[in-house]
């Protein structure tokens, strides 16, 4: 899936291609309930940068990436992913943010 975006955001390049394995978009329903269509618009409509998650237990390589963004229809949403060396993008999860990681989010996204 090729998702056009008129900005970049941190990644070096505005057209993504969005990897969902089955085990992951399996609990995006099932845990989650967020559709791969959803995370997509979330993509399209994301207003701020992708932040880095340092964590120390999250840490991965390449490193895993976060944003928050509404659907088309409103639906807020957490997207985490890494960027691959060829540039694309594998979705590792999306869900309703907390309050926390909204004002995270805000305060450093900007």
Same mark, same amino acid.
């Given at each position: 899936? =090729?998702?056009?975006?008129?900005? +970049? =955001? *941190?990644? &070096?390049?505005?057209?993504?291609?969005?990897?969902?394995?089955?085990?992951?978009?399996?609990?995006?329903?099932?845990?989650? &309930?967020? %559709?791969?269509?959803?995370?997509?618009?979330?993509?399209?409509?994301? %207003? *701020?940068?992708?932040?880095?998650?340092?964590?120390?237990?999250? #840490?991965? $390589?390449?490193?895993?990436?976060?944003?928050?963004?509404? +659907?088309? =229809? *409103?639906? #807020?949403?957490?997207?985490?992913?890494?960027?691959?060396?060829? #540039?694309?993008?594998?979705?590792?999860?999306?869900?309703?943010?907390? $309050?926390?990681?909204?004002?995270?989010?805000?305060? =450093?996204?900007?």
């Amino acid at each position: 899936m =090729y998702i056009h975006n008129n900005k +970049t =955001y *941190g990644v &070096g390049y505005s057209i993504m291609e969005l990897e969902v394995s089955p085990k992951v978009r399996h609990k995006l329903a099932v845990k989650h &309930g967020v %559709e791969v269509h959803e995370i997509e618009q979330c993509f399209c409509n994301v %207003e *701020g940068i992708f932040l880095k998650d340092t964590r120390e237990d999250h #840490k991965t $390589d390449p490193p895993s990436m976060w944003f928050i963004a509404e +659907t088309d =229809y *409103g639906k #807020k949403l957490k997207v985490i992913f890494i960027v691959k060396e060829d #540039k694309s993008i594998t979705i590792k999860s999306a869900f309703t943010p907390n $309050d926390n990681e909204i004002r995270i989010y805000n305060k =450093y996204s900007k």
